[in-house]
């Protein structure tokens, strides 16, 4: 899976980062993901609107809280994040990344069976001339049309 985090769509504001993660692919031969599986995957990644991205900024952790969107093909995550946020930093063509997105918790759930998913990668900067920077916002400003005015 490619997951993309865009640093602000538009309006004169620096490129956008491409993470790069790969969580339906199987890790090796013998390991395979079962289409139930990929279909809990799915709904995750479309239920849910916020995760927690984890990145290296100087040296330190640091860990963000942000709305994200699906690409279509779910080949993609698309995040919007602040210039001043902290973890933003970290975002630089092969930081490494964490990004975790789960169910809401419930009461009298068993909280260690909350679905969850835990994505990791590396940033890659995106063109904003590019195809995949215009088809990212737009499904971006679908799905959080208050972030249009970013």
């Given at each position: 899976?490619?997951s993309s985090c865009?640093?602000?769509?538009?309006?004169?504001?620096?490129?956008?980062?491409?993470?790069?993660?790969?969580?339906?692919?199987?890790?090796?031969?013998?390991?395979?993901?079962?289409?139930?599986?990929?279909?809990?995957?799915?709904?995750?990644?479309?239920?849910?609107?916020?995760?927690?991205?984890?990145?290296?900024?100087?040296?330190?952790?640091?860990?963000?809280?942000?709305?994200?969107?699906?690409?279509?093909?779910?080949?993609?995550?698309?995040?919007?994040?602040?210039?001043?946020?902290?973890?933003?930093?970290?975002?630089?063509?092969?930081?490494?990344?964490?990004?975790?997105?789960?169910?809401?918790?419930?009461?009298?759930?068993?909280?260690?069976?909350?679905?969850?998913?835990?994505?990791?990668?590396?940033?890659?900067?995106?063109?904003?001339?590019?195809?995949?920077?215009?088809?990212?916002?737009?499904?971006?400003?679908?799905?959080?049309?208050?972030?249009?005015?970013?």
């Amino acid at each position: 899976m490619r997951s993309s985090c865009a640093t602000g769509y538009g309006r004169g504001r620096d490129r956008p980062h491409l993470l790069t993660s790969r969580v339906l692919a199987p890790r090796s031969r013998e390991e395979t993901v079962k289409p139930q599986q990929i279909d809990d995957l799915r709904r995750l990644l479309t239920g849910e609107r916020v995760l927690a991205l984890a990145v290296l900024v100087d040296g330190y952790p640091a860990i963000g809280l942000l709305p994200f969107a699906a690409t279509p093909d779910f080949d993609a995550l698309v995040v919007n994040a602040s210039h001043l946020a902290r973890h933003t930093r970290g975002l630089t063509e092969g930081a490494p990344f964490d990004a975790l997105v789960h169910a809401p918790d419930a009461p009298g759930a068993d909280p260690l069976q909350i679905p969850r998913v835990t994505l990791r990668g590396q940033v890659a900067l995106l063109d904003p001339a590019g195809p995949e920077y215009a088809s990212d916002e737009q499904g971006y400003i679908e799905r959080f049309p208050e972030a249009a005015a970013i």
